[in-house]
């Protein structure tokens, strides 16, 4: 090899070398509130740990000069982290100098091994904190089993303030990240203040719905809320994790509380990767969900979400409210666009799609605490555009009925665009039929049990039961 290649190949091997050197950094708080109890320990959470705010592994220590401070390990050079300060707990999270809330703090190895730190303020003000969960707001469940998990979560649940004087039924949003929704005191950044808002709606005379909020999993999180799995970051429990909502919550909820359990008043909103998720549940379970919430969506999680979305068209009036700031990151807003797009395209009418950006809105609990009362007005004070007339669901004449396998639907003239669901008690598809649906209809690879036929056609949907013994 001539000499000046050899000087080039060893100048290039160095170069990348060095683009994989170790770095490391150590933090240090050199500013403190004042009102910062003694007794308590100072940790750092961020997307290197879960943001787990009071993992041992990541508690600050006090140096030989007084002050906190942690070294985090070995990373590559050119590695970007995101993280915040707390005191054990998100109700304990720094905030700015004047209370309010802050962004993510970033840091990118090899950018110096020493970084200063001032922390402003405490979430709590330095006192311990309380609750701000309003009166009519209770930890429903404190371990409720989700058995398609196999693990357990915390549900909390909102009444709205008439329940216990009245005999009305309500209808049900159901609500991710639980523990954000209503109380200060178990936030990851600040509550959204659902409480509040419909506190508030209700003073006024309006109609609200009881809110039930699953807490996220910490750990489970990322695979709770993403139906697909991601190259780098896993993930692909959100079927798992919707069924339990769709067989085991919503059936118990329906049971244990008066609610209006139709499709027409239940709905689902979630933000981030909570916001991919309700998109998910709303368009896969139409039968269950009239509404969703989709604030922030991570669409950008997996492109699955794309062909997902083409392959579940529109069956019933389905009426989704997306929000995205313009701070968010590359493409959210793009994303969120072309969502509503395709979902046009699936037949989901114009009229009961709607987004919203918001100039300089950031990814945090602060851009969707501002906007929940709007996106909850639009998606359950507004009327609905039907796919039919009155958005009326049709009686299905079928027979037999009861019947060991087949089953005729009386009158059917088969279309090509026609499609039918055959779906269980708790709304859990189990068959679809697209093409060559005809109508004669073969149910024999079923267990036994009772079932629910919904036809979907241009001259309206049809539904009926059946039972298969």
Do not use: C
């Amino acid at each position: 090899m001539p000499v000046f290649m050899t000087k080039y190949l060893l100048m290039f091997v160095l170069a990348l070398w060095s683009l994989l050197l170790p770095a490391q950094v150590t933090f240090v708080i050199t500013s403190l509130p004042a009102n910062t109890p003694p007794q308590d320990n100072i940790f750092i959470a961020g997307d290197f740990n879960g943001w787990n705010p009071g993992d041992e592994n990541y508690k600050l220590t006090v140096n030989n000069n007084g002050n906190w401070s942690i070294t985090l390990p070995q990373s590559t050079e050119g590695t970007r982290i995101n993280f915040k300060f707390t005191r054990g707990s998100w109700a304990t999270v720094e905030k700015g100098p004047n209370g309010e809330e802050i962004s993510n703090r970033v840091f990118i190895f090899g950018n110096g091994q020493t970084q200063e730190v001032t922390i402003h303020r405490w979430a709590d003000g330095g006192s311990g904190g309380g609750s701000t969960a309003s009166a009519n707001v209770s930890v429903m469940d404190a371990s409720f089993f989700m058995p398609q998990l196999n693990r357990t979560r915390r549900i909390w649940i909102y009444l709205p303030p008439d329940y216990q004087s009245s005999s009305k039924s309500y209808p049900v949003l159901y609500m991710h990240d639980g523990q954000n929704l209503f109380d200060d005191l178990t936030s990851f950044s600040g509550e959204w203040q659902v409480d509040e808002t419909l506190d508030l709606l209700a003073a006024q005379g309006k109609d609200v719905p009881i809110v039930v909020g699953i807490e996220n999993g910490g750990v489970h999180r990322i695979a709770e809320y993403t139906p697909w799995p991601n190259p780098q970051y896993g993930g692909g429990e959100g079927d798992a994790y919707i069924n339990f909502i769709v067989e085991t919550l919503k059936p118990y909820i329906d049971q244990n509380y008066r609610t209006l359990s139709n499709r027409e008043n239940t709905g689902i909103m979630g933000s981030s990767l909570g916001g991919l998720i309700s998109h998910y549940a709303a368009v896969k379970h139409q039968q269950i969900f009239s509404k969703a919430g989709v604030f922030s969506p991570s669409y950008w999680f997996s492109d699955q979400v794309w062909s997902f979305t083409s392959a579940h068209p529109a069956l019933f009036p389905l009426r989704i409210f997306q929000l995205a700031g313009t701070l968010e990151g590359e493409g959210v807003v793009e994303n969120m666009i072309r969502m509503e797009d395709s979902l046009k395209s699936g037949g989901h009418q114009a009229t009961n799609l709607t987004h919203k950006i918001v100039q300089g809105g950031q990814h945090n609990e602060a851009l969707w605490r501002n906007n929940f009362k709007e996106a909850f007005e639009w998606l359950f004070y507004s009327q609905p555009s039907g796919i039919n007339s009155g958005n009326e669901i049709l009686q299905l004449n079928l027979h037999p009925n009861p019947t060991q396998g087949i089953v005729i639907l009386s009158g059917y003239k088969s279309h090509p665009s026609d499609s039918l669901v055959v779906s269980n008690p708790a709304g859990k598809e189990v068959m679809r039929i697209g093409r060559n649906l005809s109508e004669k209809i073969d149910l024999s690879e079923l267990i036994n049990g009772t079932y629910v036929i919904t036809l979907f056609t241009k001259q309206g949907v049809f539904s009926a039961q059946v039972i298969k013994q």
